[in-house]
């Protein structure tokens, strides 16, 4: 199959084709109940992927606003994990051709990178000029180049941003650089690309890392609201991001 060729569906949910990078999208106002079946299918699916998640949340939220988060129902995946799925969709649209580099933003979701590569420079994407230009070379140079890591491209990003000086003897490279609410966002992609990783039958290992996650999710939260001045997480209490 060509790049130029639309991605064949790996399963349907009725409104949308479940493919590598996303749903193609049929009907883009699905009742309540095609979402909520269309999310137990997605969360249990081997074939499903963070694209598709993310997808159906934006769709999710799109049609029912303040009431979609109700139709996250078990344990499998957060809200906020949804939330931050739909924060890289947003930012690499799913469409089956590629659109060229000179076409602005969003970005074309790349089938040869894996979701966490993009998630990677995401959030260079629609930034700066030098930073939007810097996430389409990194994609490129990682799509021709397999042995490019999800780590190589963040150290990119990193120095780009001037946070790549050397970490004091003994601290751990991934998580010692930069400022804490980034750190922690390393953190919780780390902790989340680990979850991924898991065999199939560790089901307990899974909800553990899920419950770690919604942990590490309201944690940098708070941190953010902290550096534009707003209230930091009370324990027990999540954190929400002022506007």
Not at 22 to 27: A, K, M, N, S
Request: glycine share 8%.
């Amino acid at each position: 199959m060509s790049k130029t060729d639309p991605q064949p569906a790996l399963f349907d949910l009725g409104f949308a084709g479940v493919t590598a990078t996303g749903l193609d999208i049929r009907d883009r106002e699905p009742s309540w109940e095609d979402l909520e079946h269309a999310y137990l299918q997605l969360t249990v699916s081997e074939q499903a992927s963070q694209w598709s998640l993310g997808d159906w949340w934006i769709l999710a939220d799109g049609v029912y606003g303040e009431k979609a988060p109700q139709l996250v129902h078990n344990s499998r995946c957060s809200r906020k994990t949804l939330q931050n799925f739909a924060w890289v969709c947003r930012k690499f649209i799913y469409f089956p051709v590629p659109l060229p580099s000179h076409s602005g933003w969003p970005l074309r979701r790349r089938l040869a990178l894996s979701f966490y590569h993009h998630s990677a420079v995401a959030g260079l994407v629609g930034s700066t000029d030098q930073g939007h230009a810097l996430a389409i070379h990194l994609l490129d140079e990682a799509e021709a180049d397999p042995e490019t890591s999800v780590e190589d491209l963040e150290e990119a990003v990193r120095q780009f941003r001037g946070e790549g000086e050397e970490p004091p003897e003994g601290k751990d490279v991934g998580f010692a650089v930069g400022p804490i609410p980034q750190r922690l966002d390393r953190l919780y992609t780390s902790v989340s690309n680990l979850q991924d990783d898991l065999p199939d039958d560790w089901n307990a290992e899974r909800v553990l890392l899920g419950d770690a996650l919604t942990a590490l999710d309201a944690c940098r939260n708070s941190a953010r609201n902290r550096e534009i001045g707003g209230v930091p997480a009370l324990v027990g209490q999540p954190a929400e991001v002022e506007a």
